[in-house]
């Protein structure tokens, strides 16, 4: 990649530096390079000159507005978009719709154009970049156009799509569809997108994430293409559209099998050095102890971690006829925190021993503040999320996920390459102790076989809150109140308290001889 050579200049701007400017990016051979020259007339206007052309920016702390090419955009209506610009940005409006329109208004050829035209276009630009104002709405949204855009495509499918979905699922779909990847074709009329459009999206992908991410960011954008050809066909401009086409758009991707069965010693000792090491790398906060309290009680429990970090100490009930099961508590889930499939899930009522209770009392003790989330993140306010769980894992066996390092557009409002990130050196406490990698979908097969070897294969579905086959869930246990999951019948409590004081109390044990193996490693 060959060297460019940035020139940055504060001065009041004159015609002749526009001239200048022009000659420049004509100058054959000139080397690769970008110029800046800021007016100090009109604060935030900058002059951009590059190899190919001269254009005037608008830079702002939060990000950076095109106005258009010198050749199109003399110096005094760049100067005065940059100071209207400025005023609308304290109304709160859209700036890049407001400076578009603006521009557009004052480029337009008008037989009568005066003080009085400027009025007009101020008005229009000012009035469709208020996201609170009808006609701003409608512009926004893209219904200005005949036909939608990639972007509008987006956002129309996702009002419709979202609603379909669990509201905890809702923001993990959007993400996809939201890669900054797809912002090359986002400007992109539909009806004159081909596969070569796609495939330059898929190569942008593949460049930054790994093939699972971009297997199923196609996935979903496959499905809104097919949504807007069956369901929006004049919008969308696909009228003329004979087949799916983009069925050929895809990359090629198996998910493996996965097999993997921990070990009660493998379990043990992670959760172990997850407590006891809880700085992994200099320069970075302790892990939370709402963190470490997510993997102890997602080993103790084998819940699914989307559900499980849904739990609230208010849901937290005895059982009906505590003389059974003293000491105990039954944790609640509604059908809608549940994964289910297309039918929707199931209400689950989960029974926790005392011994589990005694680890939530210690981890939650460590934090003084009172929250509404079992697992508090920073905020009380907040809980812990799927991706923190993760990347405790991640830590925990070295591995660094630095996000500075991919693709990502220049840095709103300043021009040239990001400063290099620097690899934080953090220890692979798994190789070091003898742990071989796991993820914590694994823990429900670790505790599958283990019931299964003790007998009790059947408690391990009712714990696992297994759907079987051709089982149809009754409309009134699915909006039964979260205080009356545990006395339904259905829910099978006992024998799932029979399964968990088996597999709790075999795995704390474990965790109990971990830990004098760890305090006899360090002492020696």
């Known amino acids: 990649m060959p060297n460019v050579q940035y020139e940055r200049l504060k001065k009041r701007l004159s015609l002749e530096d526009v001239s200048r400017a022009l000659w420049l990016c004509r100058k054959p051979s000139e080397k690769a390079r970008i110029i800046e020259w800021a007016d100090t007339e009109s604060i935030g206007l900058v002059l951009r000159i590059t190899k190919r052309d001269a254009n005037w920016l608008i830079r702002r702390r939060d990000c950076t507005i095109r ?37 557009a208004g004052k480029l337009a050829t008008h037989e009568y154009h005066d003080k009085w035209q400027d009025k007009i276009d101020l008005e229009w630009a000012d009035t469709i970049a208020d996201e609170n104002s009808e006609h701003g709405r409608r ?52 009806k004159d997108l081909d596969i070569e459009y796609l495939e330059l999206v898929r190569d942008r992908l593949l460049a930054a994430y790994a093939k699972s991410t971009v297997s199923r960011a196609l996935g979903q954008g496959r499905e809104m293409l097919t949504w807007a050809w069956r369901s929006n066909v004049r919008k969308s401009g696909l009228k003329n559209c004979k087949d799916d086409w983009w069925r050929r758009w895809h990359v090629a991707y198996k998910s493996n099998v996965r097999t993997r069965r ?61 003389e059974k099961l003293p000491r105990w508590k039954i944790a609640n889930w509604k059908a809608g925190e549940m994964k289910g499939g297309r039918d929707g899930g199931r209400p689950h009522s989960l029974p926790i021993p005392p011994r589990a209770l005694e680890v939530l009392e210690r981890f939650r003790s460590e934090d003084p503040r009172k929250s509404e989330w079992m697992f508090s993140a920073k905020k009380p306010t907040d809980r812990i999320t799927q991706s923190a769980l993760n990347n405790l894992m991640y830590r925990l066996q070295g591995r660094v996920f630095d996000h500075r390092k991919k693709n990502k557009p220049d840095r709103p409002g300043k021009p040239g390459p990001k400063p290099a990130a620097q690899d934080k050196i953090r220890k692979n406490l798994f190789l070091e102790f003898g742990i071989k990698p796991w993820t914590l979908h694994d823990i ?4 599958t076989k283990f019931l299964d070897d003790n007998r009790l294969g059947g408690a391990a579905s009712a714990i696992l809150a297994h759907k079987h086959k051709g089982e149809k869930i009754p409309d009134e246990e699915r909006v039964a109140a979260v205080t009356e999951l545990h006395y339904n019948s259905s829910q099978r409590i006992s024998l799932k308290a029979e399964g968990m004081k088996l597999w709790v109390d075999a795995i704390l044990d474990a965790c109990a001889r971990e830990r004098l193996k760890l305090k006899k490693a360090s002492a020696n």
């Not at 199109?72 to 100067?79: I, M, S, T």
């Not at 429900?444 to 505790?447: A, E």
Request: charged share 30%; with cysteine.
């Open 444 to 447: 429900r097969r670790s505790l």
């Open 67 to 103: 106005i258009g090419t010198c050749e199109e955009v003399g110096l005094p209506l760049a100067r005065d978009v940059a100071d209207k610009t400025r005023a609308a940005a304290k109304r709160g409006r859209n700036l890049k719709t407001f400076v578009d329109r603006l521009v």
């Open 262 to 322: 921990p070990s009660f010693e493998e379990l043990a000792r992670t959760m172990v050095l997850a407590d006891e090491f809880r700085n992994l790398a200099d320069g970075e906060h302790e892990t939370y102890s709402g963190t470490v309290c997510a993997l102890w009680i997602a080993v103790l429990t084998a819940q699914r971690t989307g559900a499980l970090l849904m739990m609230r100490p208010d849901r937290l009930f005895a059982p009906e006829r505590s």
């Open 139 to 190: 512009w926004l949204k893209g219904e200005h156009q005949l036909t939608w855009t990639w972007k509008n495509l987006t956002d129309h499918f996702l009002e419709e799509k979202l609603k379909t979905l669990k509201e905890g699922y809702r923001r993990d779909y959007e993400h996809y569809l939201r890669l900054p990847e797809f912002d090359v074709i986002a400007e992109i009329l539909v």
